[in-house]
């Protein structure tokens, strides 16, 4: 079946500039996740939905980020007015119920200029 | 705080030579203990979630076990193509979200 797809693969962008990236979870799973990747580093959490809600929202590192979820399904991870250390891979998963194997996307890499 | 932390950073085997990887955890009442395997430019692979010390989980050549402090993760006989980051992630009880440690990076050579 389907797996976690996310959009664009890649995306380089000039600082200042606004960014929107897409995730598409797999049918049916409820809980949905946001990662950002730096190189080298681990996975830093960014956000977290159950459904349409977000819960925990601890992990966005300023109040430029922003994230949405509609449907159960796609969600956006918004980011504004970009800086150079937003630069990272930016991962989703998905898992059928919260606490559950994650299955994730394969990224969006941002290079912010 | 929760905590993770993966040893060693990077490991070099040649093909057939078994090790492990640890993973030290410090969480509140630990609610599962998962291991990923990522591969160069792609998102993490689901490898096998541990819930309880004494908990053994295999997978072909891959083995982890789990007790209250820390997680292995057994290679027995590895292959070129187990070559990849072994990522570890610990979630805490009451909380839904985990912590990632920083990987293993394993290389094996033929």
């Known amino acids: 079946g389907a797996g976690v797809s996310q959009s664009p693969s890649n995306k380089v962008t000039e600082k200042g500039k606004d960014v929107e990236l897409r995730c598409d979870p797999i049918s049916g799973h409820t809980a949905l996740y946001w990662y950002r990747q730096r190189l080298g580093q681990g996975l830093e959490f960014l956000i977290y939905?159950?459904?349409?809600?977000?819960?925990?929202k601890s992990g966005l590192p300023s109040d430029r980020f922003s994230a949405e979820r509609t449907g159960e399904s796609v969600s956006t991870l918004t980011i504004q007015r970009t800086q150079q250390e937003d630069s990272a891979v930016y991962l989703c998963?998905?898992?059928?119920?919260?606490?559950?194997?994650?299955?994730f996307g394969p990224g969006t890499r941002l290079t912010v200029t | 705080e929760d905590q993770v932390t993966q040893s060693p950073e990077a490991l070099r085997l040649q093909e057939g030579e078994s090790s492990s990887l640890n993973c030290s955890y410090t969480?509140?009442?630990?609610?599962?203990l998962s291991w990923y395997r990522q591969d160069p430019g792609k998102g993490p692979e689901f490898l096998f979630t541990l819930y309880s010390a004494g908990e053994e989980k295999e997978k072909e050549r891959l083995k982890a076990t789990l007790t209250k402090k820390e997680s292995f993760l057994h290679i027995t006989a590895p292959k070129p193509e187990d070559s990849a980051t072994y990522l570890c992630a610990a979630t805490s009880g009451g909380s839904y979200i985990p912590t990632f440690g920083r990987g293993t990076s394993l290389i094996v050579h033929p």
């Open positions: 969480v509140s009442g630990l609610r599962g």
């Open positions: 998963a998905s898992s059928l119920v919260a606490v559950g194997e994650q299955y």
């Open positions: 939905f159950q459904g349409n809600s977000a819960p925990d």
